[in-house]
């Protein structure tokens, strides 16, 4: 008789390997069910429509136009007195005082003398030396001349080689002149011959050919610039009597004259005066405008009393007018849309007493018919000051909130908590607004726009319940509705 009896020590063995099947299978649904969630996901997100966000910035609307201008002062370019080998003592660049030491000559160069500047010094030059290399263009490289001329100046100045020299008098004592009049324009020293400025100025060791140049006198190849040539002075070799030798800006005041467009001349048309930012080093200051004719063609003319000698090594200067001066937060015009709010008065406002938020009291019935005010917490999207009933019973500035509408149904009753007063929900008033989606789903904000053009509008940033810089809105506020959920 057959055994039909399972083999009891062969069980366990296939409990085993039941165990073993089992812990793989769960193992490979997780995996599975993880795939097909990752490959669902990338196929939503390839099928799905995709919003296009835009972050907030700050500033203008456009770009101030820039232009290149030309500088047109007062200045001579003066002759040495006598020949002979050059000493400078004026700084390049810098103010100098009537009877102030320009330049000494004299039969024999002048030995170099060795001397050592203080860290202090050092840093200086290190400094300035940087902020050339930082604002350096190719484009205008003989810029790098006026600044190594600079540069010696301060050199020059940290060792006190250009202090004022004290003179021997005819009796060879110091501190008087080798003249009877101490204001002359030439003294000796030693082997030289010092020559001083005869007016307080600007001092530069190059000319090119504007020296007397008038804005009357000005014609369009003046501002041609690359006809323009600018001729260094500062030699080591000996000058002859005549040759010229230096440069001083004798008046504070100066001008600027810009190329206009037709276009641009109407615009400026009735400005009498504007501020000018000066790309060179960022500075701004204003002058007085005016638009005059040469050769038929418009330019405009800056008026400064100030500011000539950070320029004045400078013919050309580019320059930005600042004309754009509304700025806040830039947005595309694409992004704005609207909606429609109840209105209601800040008289209406109430707190709840848990939570301390502010909200609405909603005169309901409970379930026994009684009176009861139900707390309604809505969301106020804007608080206009109200321009009809400004102040209220008590003397406070009263405003009209714009509350979500829905919060309420037309025709609810909104008591205040005294029960005093009852305003029936119906009023309504429009906001602009765009959806911010910081939070991942599309919420509304309201925008007051201060300037637009065809792309762009500029909004304020003190808008209450509205934007601040860096937040991300809809690009296209039409593909997408409030509340929707982007990602």
């Known amino acids: ?96 005082n009537a009877n102030g030491a320009v330049y000494g000559l004299s039969a024999t160069k002048v030995p170099e003398v060795q001397t050592q500047l203080s860290q202090e010094d050092l840093a200086k030059i290190r400094s300035d030396m940087l902020s050339f290399s930082k604002g350096f263009n190719p484009s205008k490289f003989n810029n790098t001349y006026s600044f190594k001329y600079e540069l010696e100046g301060n050199i020059l100045q940290y060792a006190g080689v250009t202090a004022e020299p004290s003179v021997s008098s005819e009796n060879g004592e110091e501190g008087g002149t080798s003249v009877s009049n101490s204001l002359a324009s030439v003294v000796t020293l030693g082997n030289q011959t010092i020559s001083k400025a005869k007016s ?170 009684e009176n009861v005010n139900k707390f309604v917490n809505a969301t106020i999207y804007a608080s206009i000051e109200n321009k009809k009933a400004k102040t209220s019973e008590d003397g406070e500035t009263t405003y009209t909130y714009y509350v979500d509408k829905s919060a309420f149904k037309e025709g609810d009753a909104i008591v205040t908590q005294d029960s005093q007063k009852k305003y029936v929900v119906g009023d309504t008033g429009v906001l602009e607004g765009v959806y911010c989606i910081n939070k991942g789903y599309a919420v509304f904000r309201r925008i007051e726009i201060l300037d637009q053009n065809e792309e762009y509008a500029i909004v304020s940033k003190d808008t209450s319940y509205g934007l601040v810089r860096y937040d991300h809105i809809v690009r296209n506020a039409d593909e997408v509705k409030e509340e929707d959920i982007l990602y």
């Open 1 to 96: 008789m057959p055994n039909n009896r399972k083999n009891p020590s062969k069980v366990p063995g296939v409990l085993a390997k039941i165990r073993k099947v089992f812990g793989l299978n769960i193992g490979t649904v997780m995996f599975g069910v993880l795939f097909l969630y990752m490959l669902f996901s990338a196929a939503l997100y390839l099928t799905s429509s995709h919003i296009d966000s835009y972050q907030v910035t700050s500033g203008p609307l456009s770009r101030n136009e820039t232009y290149t201008g030309l500088a047109i002062r007062e200045e001579t370019v003066n002759k040495a007195d006598s020949g002979g080998y050059v000493t400078y003592y004026a700084r390049e660049g810098n103010k100098i």
């Open 200 to 369: 307080d100025g600007i001092i530069l060791y190059s000319k090119d050919g504007y020296a007397g140049k008038t804005v009357d006198s000005v014609t369009k190849e003046d501002f041609d610039q690359n006809s323009y040539h600018e001729i260094d002075l500062k030699t080591q070799n000996q000058v002859k009597a005549g040759d010229d030798i230096y440069t001083i800006i004798t008046d504070e005041r100066w001008s600027l004259l810009i190329p206009l467009s037709e276009k641009q001349a109407v615009k400026l048309n009735d400005r009498s005066s504007i501020r000018v930012k000066f790309l060179k080093d960022g500075m701004t200051q204003s002058g007085d405008f005016s638009i005059m004719e040469i050769e038929g063609s418009k330019y405009g003319k800056i008026d400064f009393n100030k500011g000539l000698v950070r320029y004045a090594s400078d013919r050309f200067l580019e320059v930005e007018l600042v004309t754009n001066t509304v700025s806040g937060l830039k947005i595309p015009l694409s992004s704005i849309v609207t909606k429609e709010f109840y209105t209601i008065s800040s008289e209406f406002a109430s707190s709840d007493p848990d939570s301390l938020e502010k909200g609405f009291l909603v005169a309901d019935k409970n379930k026994d018919g």
